[in-house]
Each structure stands twice: as C-alpha cells, then as structure tokens.
C-alpha cells in the first residue's frame, strides 16, 4: 500500500490507449453512498485529490441528471495548473460535460450550463418532452441516443465519435447499475470513507440483477484512514 501523498496520480490513475469507462464513487464502510442525501459527507482531502486528478484526466464527465440535480453540480471548469497539463498533453483545455436524461428535468440556469466553458451533451430519448428539450436547447447539444430509454451502449459510441474515449462517470448510483447491465465498465475507482452511517442510504449501484462481472485489483492508495481502491475489468 502506497500513501496517496507519495503517489504519482498519472501513473496510479493513467489514461489508456484504448477506450475506458470509469467509474468514481465514495462508499462508508457499511456502503452508504450518501450522508444526510449528498455524498460530500463522506469525503476528504484524499478523496478531492483524486476526484480532482480524475476530472484533469478525462476526456468526458458522464453523470446523471439526478447527481446533477441532488449535488448542484456546477460548470466544470479546471484550475489553471489543471488546464495546464491537458494543454501540455494535447488535451483540449477543457473535459466535455455529458448529462444522461431520459426526463429532461434539468434547470437551465444551474450553472453546469449557464457557467459552462464548454457546451455540455444532454443524452436523451426520442420520447423526452419536447417543451423541456426546446428550453435546454440554448445551453446545451441535446443528442437523442433509443426510443423511449437512453441507450447507453449507444451514448457512449457517441461520445467516442467525439474523440472522447477516456469516460469518467460520477454516477449516480441508477446510471452505475444500468452501465453495469450494459457491460460498459472498464474501471470502477472507490474511495472507502471511515464512517459508519446507517439508516437508508442507497448503495453505489442500483438497477437489473445480472451476471456479476469480475474485476481486478488494479491499485490501493490510502489517505489516513481512507483507502483509495481502482479495479480493473478482468481479461476475458
């Protein structure tokens, strides 16, 4: 076990020549996903250092409508050191912003769009209501990816056609489940906090009982009493 202060997060946390999804969650040791409805309660310096780092690194941030709506997501806009290292690794400066709703139950003004230094992608079915679409239109690209449910399979061939093949998923916990039943998880990064809390947290993933999907331990970092785990999908 590495500490993370010693750490080179580039190499613990690296960007792959091929395409990879990863997920990034926080957990208390019992496996709540939230204290008091935000998972800010359960973080630390560690767990920002690495949250941090993983958003310098991406070519896109995938995250739900509900996260967005729950944690008041704001504009994704890096530090200028950040913004720095994307420039000197011939990232464009800025990661691109990808929202999944099927709803379309977003506020236009919410910063992650008003603030937006790039213009995010809202992932939608062709079922979404069309007065919602028509009132997120100025602030954001809204794709349509199936029918009447968001085809993630899909979403994700979208965002790769946009050169974007390192995909960072914040969640929440029902878009982790349905990429988990669509077998599009390359890498899951957790981030174990030592909190017990009880009472009716949600766990990091819901969604359709399937096949449980091996994966390996890829790299454990730990932070004072926080462990830093990042597994990897198994060769098949």
Partial sequence: MTDLHDADLAERYPRHPRPVLRINFVASIDGAVTVNGKSAGLGGPGDKLIFDWLRTSCDALVVAAGTVRSENYDALRLTGPARAWRRAHGLPEFPLMAVVSGSLDLDPEQLIFSDAPVRPLILTHAAAPADRRAALAPVAEIVTVGETSVDLA??????????????????????????????????????????????????????????????????????????FLRYARSAQ
């Fill in 154 to 227: 899909a979403a994700v061939r979208v965002l790769h056609g946009r050169g974007a093949t390192q995909l960072l998923c914040e969640g929440g916990p029902h878009l982790f489940g349905a990429l988990i039943a669509a077998d599009l998880v390359d890498e899951v990064c957790l981030t174990v906090s030592p909190r017990l809390v009880g009472g009716a947290a949600g766990r990091i993933a819901a969604g359709p009982d399937g096949p449980p999907r091996e994966m390996s331990l890829a790299g454990i970092l730990a932070d004072r009493d926080m462990l």
